[in-house]
């Protein structure tokens, strides 16, 4: 029989527990005696170790002033805090995260704080030396003696080895655009947090929760906020209104565009603004966002609510006539026609010669309690619901007697904003469908499950028809741009100082709708207290406003991608038909 190598126990196995050939069983048992010995001594060890860190931890702790812990606990969450990137519809970022360093000391570590505070002022000459010499001469264990430092002034207090200072990395934000979009955006405080526009809403709805839970370390980590705001139609916005402050020394003045389909806000600009990077003037009272945050008495604007109830309601058709032959006396008041036509005159004549006293009489032909039922289903008499948490309520008469009547028909005794204002346009044009606005991308299904109806579509078709015809043959002229359908309405509101009209400083406005066949967008101007352009020339909103708005539809309107079109009528009579 062959025998293979793996059947010879003696040479390549043995039984299990058996002692090697040649070793005493008693050596064996000292060796395994030692080794276990041996292993629960290093157990011991490890175990003493850990303790004694973890005690000498909480001994530390224990000496820790808390107000100390505080500091630290704070300044981690101040740099823990991160922001996501905001853009507009494009994807174009309108607000980012960037990274800077701030500097801090630990007091209680600093061997020479007079020493300390004189090399740190001569790098940051701003510092106030007294007050960094008190903070720095305390026992404290985190003081910040500056937030947001260049990276020149970095490296030049780093070379210094000042003992007891050293940086942090914080999250700043950064707005690419400067100002183009300030009023929209917001900005933000030292700890980076939303304090005014959508940044503070963007606070409101989640990001701070999530900062304080600890779940927005790191920007990257966070979806972008998309805007429905079009960053190129905000450029335009801005830069027309820039130019109509310069070109007719105005005060002031401000703009918005919005979708008439969906109620998104695609450009806002209210101008003087701020730059939010370096927010310096953002709370000058002349710098809040006029279109939300400011209510004015809009004039003539006004009228095509007026006009839109007065057809509404069935009280008023396009085919009657209103005596404004003279002007209406009102005790020792008179309410009379800038440009009287001493006439009668057609519901279409009284839009485009902007007529307060055919307005008055069609006011008073529906009745003082449909106006103020219709005023209210416009939105007017409440305050607007929308994203930006600067937002002021209207002021409306407290008596509402047949003067406030007629008054409120032509746009005097009632201030709304003009963000309102413009809304309840949309709806005039867009079917009759009132939208809450929005800064968000909505869809047009979206929309119509927040509208609400306010006029019927024939209504609506017969005040596209009206703002189209003013466009044409009205104080809309000078708005209107070939090709592209503009129609509108002037205002011309004579400012309130002190409870008193002031003769001569003007609000003036201009309401442009486009393309009038199917209405778009809805674009609101306003420029506060204008001179005239050229000695001789009016100062009314026809001259100036209206110029503006046709500016802004001529520059954007290929963004936007309404396409040109040639009218084949020159009368615009022969829109009705096709209404």
Known sequence: MTMTLTDRPDVFSRP????PRGEPAAVVA?????????????????????YGIISARLVMLGLTDPADAVARGSAASAVATARPDIVDRNGEILATDIRTASLFAEPNKIVDPDEATELITSVLQDLDATALRKK?????????????????????????????????NENKRFYPGGPAAAHIVGLVNIDNQGIAGLERTVDERGLSDLHNAGFAMKTNSQQPVQLSIDLRVQHVLRDELVSAMQKYQSVAAMG?????KTGEVVALASMPDFDPNAPVDANKPDRLNRLTAGTYELGSVFKSFTFAMALDSGKVKMTDSFDARSPIRVGRQAIHDSHPQARFLTVPEVFQYSSNIGTAKMAMAIGSQTQQEYIRRFGLMTKLKTELPEVASPQVPKRWSDV??????????????????????????????????????????????????VVSQRTSDEMRWLFRFNGVKGSGRHADVPGYVVGGKTGTAEKVAN?????????????????????????????????????????????????????????????????????????????????
């Open 256 to 260: 918005v565009m919005i979708n008439a």
């Open 404 to 453: 406030t009547t007629m008054t409120v028909a032509f746009g005097h005794g009632i201030a709304i904003t003009p963000m309102q204002a413009a809304m309840a346009d949309c709806a005039l044009v867009n079917g009759g469908y009132l939208f809450p606005p929005t800064f968000f991308p909505r869809t047009r299904e979206d929309a119509l499950a927040q509208a609400t109806r």
């Open 16 to 19: 299990a527990g058996a002692e």
């Open 136 to 168: 720095l001469s305390t026992k404290a264990g985190f003081v910040w003696v500056k937030r947001e430092i260049t990276p020149t002034q970095q490296a030049q207090i780093h070379d210094l080895g000042i003992p007891g200072v050293g940086f942090l």
């Open 499 to 579: 409870g008193r009209y002031v003769e001569g400083h003007y609000l003036n406005s201009f309401l442009a709708v486009f393309p009038m066949d199917d209405p778009q967008y809805v674009l609101m101007i306003s420029v506060d207290d204008p001179k005239p352009e050229k000695p001789g020339m009016p100062a009314l909103a026809a001259w100036n406003a209206a110029y503006v708005a046709g500016n802004v539809v001529r520059r954007s309107a290929a963004f936007l991608g309404v396409q040109p079109r040639t009218e084949q009528e020159s009368n615009p009579d022969a829109m009705l038909v096709s209404y």
């Open 30 to 50: 000292k060796r395994k005696q030692d080794q276990t010995r041996n292993r629960v001594l290093l157990a011991i060890l490890a175990f003493g170790l850990v």
